[in-house]
């Protein structure tokens, strides 16, 4: 079965209006337990706010978070997005080709959530995890089988040698 992102999209998803402040945003953020939100604008996505931009865009150069709005400082442009059926691998190929850790999820013209590289790796881990599950149990089974033979040929050992020297004997 493939993996597909749907399985691990964040519906739940903070979000704050591109005239809040980074001050509103990072309580939102810290109150949700959360690493990034969603800027919007009438209720359409219009960018991302996450930990780096803070970082980049607001610590760095000093500025005053409490002053300070999210349209001036969130990614709001080339933001990656998926559609709600991509595949785990794909979705990450797109992670990695765009150097990003999360994508905006949609399903046609409709927001769905966010979904992001630790949630997919996880599920990635876990399904080939299952594979090497049934790897391992036949690599056991076949070993115990080996096994089994050897100490049954060592135990008739001495009979098929009482064998053969009848059989020479005659």
């Known amino acids: 079965m493939t993996c ?17 402040t980074v001050q509103q945003a990072v309580k939102l953020m810290a109150d949700h337990n959360v690493g990034s939100l969603v800027v919007t604008r009438k209720g359409k996505v219009v960018g991302l706010f996450t930990e780096r931009d803070l970082v980049k865009r607001v610590v760095a150069p000093g500025k005053q978070p409490g002053t300070l709005t999210l349209k001036d400082v969130a990614t709001t ?22 150097s990003c850790r999360r994508l905006l999820v949609y399903r046609d013209d409709h927001f769905m959530g966010l979904v992001n590289l630790p949630n997919l790796a996880f599920a990635l881990t876990e399904k080939s995890s299952g594979r090497n599950l049934l790897a391992n149990v036949f690599v056991a089974v076949s ?18 040698l009482n064998v053969a020297q009848d059989t020479r004997a005659k």
């Open 143 to 160: 070993v115990v089988v080996v096994v089994s033979v050897i100490i049954m040929l060592i135990l008739l050992f001495p009979d098929m």
């Open 77 to 98: 442009s080339c933001l990656i997005t998926v559609a709600h059926d991509t595949s785990c691998e794909q979705a990450i190929n797109k992670m990695r080709s765009n």
């Open 4 to 20: 597909s992102i749907e399985h691990f999209v964040r519906e739940s998803v903070a979000s704050l209006d591109e005239d809040g």
